[in-house]
Nanobody, 125 residues
Framework: QVQVVESGGASVQAGGSLRLSCVASGYTFKRKYMAWFRQAPGKEREGVSCIRWSGGSRYYADSVKGRFTISQDNAKNTVYLQMDSLKPEDTAMYYC??????????????????WGQGTQVTVSS
């Protein structure tokens, strides 16, 4: 059974930094992409960043480019999201997702097979 578990969410002031972690595990799990999505109250879940597990191509939403960095640790089956220069509008529940597909549109939720339960990020002004 595949498990996706996020951690690292917290409350911070604007301008601060956080690093989210996501561990995805499962005996037969063949991940191709790992991604971070977020959902603020009353809003749709949106793609934040994605990394291709083999090859390391990275993708970012325009709203976080230059502030967020996605990375991976293959040995630990972990993907990270380093979030710097945080803004109040970054406040949301952050979800980690994994896709086993070879070719996806990374911002599409239906491209992902497995999801975590989320970790809350709150940025105060």
């Amino acid at each position: 059974q595949v498990q996706v578990v996020e951690s690292g969410g917290a409350s911070v002031q604007a301008g601060g930094s956080l690093r989210l972690s996501c561990v995805a595990s499962g005996y037969t799990f063949k991940r191709k992409y790992m991604a971070w999505f977020r959902q603020a109250p009353g809003k749709e879940r949106e793609g934040v960043s994605c990394i291709r597990w083999s090859g390391g191509s990275r993708y970012y939403a325009d709203s976080v480019k230059g502030r967020f960095t996605i990375s991976q640790d293959n040995a630990k089956n972990t993907v990270y999201l380093q979030m710097d220069s945080l803004k109040p509008e970054d406040t949301a529940m952050y979800y980690c997702a994994a896709s086993t597909l070879d070719d996806i549109i990374w911002t599409q939720r239906q491209a992902y097979d497995y999801w975590g339960q989320g970790t809350q990020v709150t940025v105060s002004s």
